[in-house]
């Protein structure tokens, strides 16, 4: 009994937060919302960029410009900011990587914890979902998600 | 022509707008849920309804169970702009009334097509 108390101590104390190339897990809310909010300012950024070269384009096709070469200069000027602002995708991709590490660690330590403790699998009572019927999120087409075209095809 | 777009996301409803704009539709109204949405439906007569799915705290589903019950309004044009793509999320909007399904993402040429298909 003493022993197997020790072990499930050391068990416990080895799920604690680790130093080093992973990120401590209560930091991985906060790292989920930094990855948020990253996104959204690159999506706005690339919006506002978008917006800009439509507006100088429009304002080419239209013969309206006073300057072809400055509104050709911001066409070019906010394609290359767009390329610039998608930079965020290396960034958030690190930042959301971190954040599995540390989810997969935790997931090893409870599965040693499970097992240290001889806790059968029919023993783990789960609390039921709750009802969100039909709101699955998006699903890859090995989760059943289908493409447009098999879309179109239920439509008719 | 007259277009609410529903989105909880406001970079989706921008990006859904930007593409409108480029379409050539430029009156565009937005909403952020379904309850929104429902108020202004109500208030004004819109030509065309764009509503993603996954909302609080009424889903786009039944926001279109709402128009399609509505007395006057049942016959709006109303496509479901969504991430989910499951069969049975399909047949469900089929089956409340949608009259497109577009699968997020998608392109502009896709939604023009879509657009086309339900004004015709």
Not at chain 1, 82 to 97: E, H, K, L, S, Y
Not at chain 2, 53 to 63: A, F, K, Q, S
């Amino acid at each position: 009994m003493s022993r197997m108390l020790a072990e499930t101590r050391s068990a416990i104390i080895s799920m604690a937060p680790q130093s080093g190339g992973t990120i401590r897990l209560h930091e991985a809310g906060e790292t989920l919302d930094v990855v948020v909010g990253e996104t959204e300012r690159a999506t706005l950024e690339i919006m506002h960029q978008a917006e800009r070269a439509q507006a100088a384009a429009a304002r080419l096709h239209a013969g309206t410009s006073t300057d072809a070469a400055a509104d050709l200069s911001e066409v070019n000027e906010a394609a290359t900011a767009i390329v610039m602002a998608c930079i965020f995708q290396d960034i958030t991709g690190q930042r959301i990587r971190k954040v599995m590490t540390a989810l997969r660690e935790m997931e090893d330590r409870v599965a040693s914890l499970v097992a240290l403790l001889g806790i059968e699998s029919g023993d783990l009572v789960t609390a039921a979902p709750a009802e969100t019927p039909l709101m699955n999120g998006p699903s890859s087409a090995a989760e059943g998600g289908l493409q447009q075209g098999a879309v179109d095809d239920l439509f008719g | 022509m007259k277009i609410l777009v529903v989105d909880d996301y406001s970079t989706m409803r921008r990006i859904v707008r930007n593409l409108l704009d480029q379409i050539g539709y430029k009156e565009v109204e937005e909403a952020g849920n379904g309850v929104e949405a429902l108020e202004k439906i109500k208030a004004t007569r819109f030509d065309l309804v764009i509503s993603d799915w996954n909302m609080e705290p009424m889903t786009g589903l039944d926001l279109l169970k709402e128009v399609r019950g509505h007395a006057t309004l049942g016959k709006t044009p109303f496509i479901m702009v969504t991430a989910e793509s499951k069969t049975e999320n399909v047949i469900a909007a089929k089956q409340a009334g949608a009259s497109q399904y577009i699968v997020k993402p998608f392109t502009a040429e896709t939604l023009k097509a879509k657009i086309a298909s339900v004004i015709a």
